[in-house]
């Protein structure tokens, strides 16, 4: 942020360091310390210009006897010493205390990266068994250390990763719902009666707007539940507890929705059952961040896991057009398609690679997000219009409804 606009922020407030205090304790409650640091110090800021001269702030930070987090006291020293023009930014010291990271603040921290420690979380000793699960999910996820550290001694249990706990466990109720129903486990599509089922989407039901979202609940046999909930489980979890629920959720409704989307304009006469569209977009997401950061991830056997993970995914999607195509039992209808996969794993490499590498920056503050989020509504848009008039128009034969 400019100098002047600082500077106009503090002189709006009327006084030196009593605004800027104040609004740190009101950001987050270890902003208190840092308060407490600088009660009874002489003028940080006599001239009221926005930003505190390092020397002055350097010697706050080191000579302090209040207890900081490890992290954050990493950072502010950090921050001190990436500034040429040795002054410290009031803004930039109310995102740090307020867990906020603007992609300025982290280009600040990156130039100042050589002041941090050199011990690595790997060094830590004498953990409990969830914070060495936090560290595990650190290492998994995140490809710099400094990020790792910053998210380890940021986490909290509260709120807890439930979005994809909670979609996995209705998956499978729902899915057990059906096999004892249907007296079928594996390959329930060709069961007429799956097919009566109102979470399931049917180009002849396209108008039930809740189908386009709801089919992700329904799946055609143990094999393909079995692969997503595992697939969900052990990708999806560690992203939610990295990353947090509003985006991780995004993130795969996003795909979940693009995927009947696509199945309703490319494979006009099938079927979605599936939450594949919502897994291939967290899996691809997180397989490109890899793949992008492959020097910084520190992920055991990354390579081997890799090529396990596209042999799968692969695997999943040939399956998917052997059964749309060639079904190994007669069936009253089209089998449902594989266009969900690909759609999700297109999502997941936009929206999501972006999603992942801006680890607690703001997203709206970029403007490959917003041309991310106009590509997608223009494709949502031209996908509606397409499910009124297209099908009348093109004379597509749509099965009768089960």
Known sequence: MPQQCIG?????????????????????????????????????????????????????????ELQLDPSKLDMLLALVQSNEEGQVCYQELI??????????????????????????????????????????????????????????????LCPPPVFIAIVTIVQIIVFMCYGIMLNKWVLQTYQPDFMKSPLVYHPSHRAQVWRFFSYMFMHVGLEQLGFNALLQLMIGVPLEMVHGILRISLLYMAGVLAGSLTVSITDMRAPVVGGSGGVYALCSAHLANVVMNWAGMRCPYKLLRMILALVCMSSEVGRAVWLRFSPPLPSSGPQPSFMAHLSGAVVGISMGLLILRSYEESLQKQCSWWVIVFSFITFLLFAIFWNIFAYELLGVQIPPPP
């Open 8 to 64: 106009a922020l503090v002189h709006r407030h009327q006084s030196r360091l009593s605004f800027f205090f104040f609004f740190l304790a009101r950001c987050h409650r270890v902003s208190t310390v840092l308060l407490r640091l600088c009660q009874g110090t002489t003028p940080l800021d006599p001239e009221n210009t926005g930003f505190i001269a390092v020397e002055n702030f350097t010697s706050l930070v080191e000579h302090h």
């Open 95 to 156: 995102e740090l205390m307020s867990s906020k990271r603007s992609s300025s603040f982290r280009r600040a921290i990156a130039n100042g990266r050589r002041t941090l420690q050199r011990e690595i979380l790997l060094d830590e000793t004498g953990l409990g068994l969830y914070k060495r699960f936090v560290r595990y999910v650190a290492y998994e996820i995140l490809p710099c250390e400094t990020d790792r550290r910053w998210y380890f001694h940021q986490n909290r």
